[in-house]
């Protein structure tokens, strides 16, 4: 193995499917159900987190009791909410061609969602992903998800490659800290909602628009023939 060939971690949610918009209006279809009233936009500020975590800072925010059973409730809620909209989700442009030209070239790569595996499973099916061949890192597998580094080392561990040679690609802010916090660079999307300044505060190297953006400049990022 080539210590120094590059690796690419990639988030899910916004950065491979575009599927952010969904999960913004499942947490806010669940938290209606439990009786909680929080605008849109606010959500969406924190989506790319764990919902463990993305459940204690929205209670937070709100005054409102943190107790294991509310914030248990709240991810079921969620992710029946999601389920009733993920048929719709699609792969974002260039996504599958991105993933196939790593794989054709024999770059190694591999995803690390926030997302439990119930919810992540019918979105790799849709983005044609095989978790039985390609190492997928989900929430179930990790201590602690995003901004820890836990899942984008998993990640690396999967893939048998140093985390110090890999690329993360996330959409969001809590993917870049993350990526710091492990030790990788830090590629930025635009495709999850998140300002390119934004990115580049929470420590992205390179910003694109989209998965077929990064594509047409992946030699930029080492991802060469």
Sequence with gaps: ????????????????????????????????????????????????????????????????????????????????????????????????????????????????TSGRVETAGPVLKNLGVDSGTVPVITRDKVKHAKPDPDLFLAAADALGHPIGSACVVGDSIWDMLAARRAGALGVGLLSGGYGEDELYRASAYRVYEDPADLLKHIDEVGGRR
Excluded at 10 to 20: E, W
Excluded at 39 to 53: A, D, E, F, P, Q
């Design 1 to 112: 193995m080539d210590q120094h060939q590059v690796s690419f971690l990639f988030d899910l949610d916004g950065t491979l499917v575009d599927s952010v918009y969904e999960h913004v209006l499942a947490w806010h279809d669940a938290l209606e159900a439990d009786g909680i009233e929080l605008s849109v936009w606010r959500i969406h500020r924190k989506i790319g987190m764990s919902g463990g975590l993305f459940t204690n800072m929205l209670l937070r925010e709100t005054g409102l009791a943190i107790e294991p059973q509310r914030i248990e409730r709240l991810r079921q809620l969620h992710a029946e909410a999601y389920h009733r909209r993920s048929g719709n989700i699609r792969p974002l442009p260039g996504a599958r061609q991105l993933l196939s030209y790593l794989t054709e070239t024999g770059i190694p790569w591999a995803i690390a």
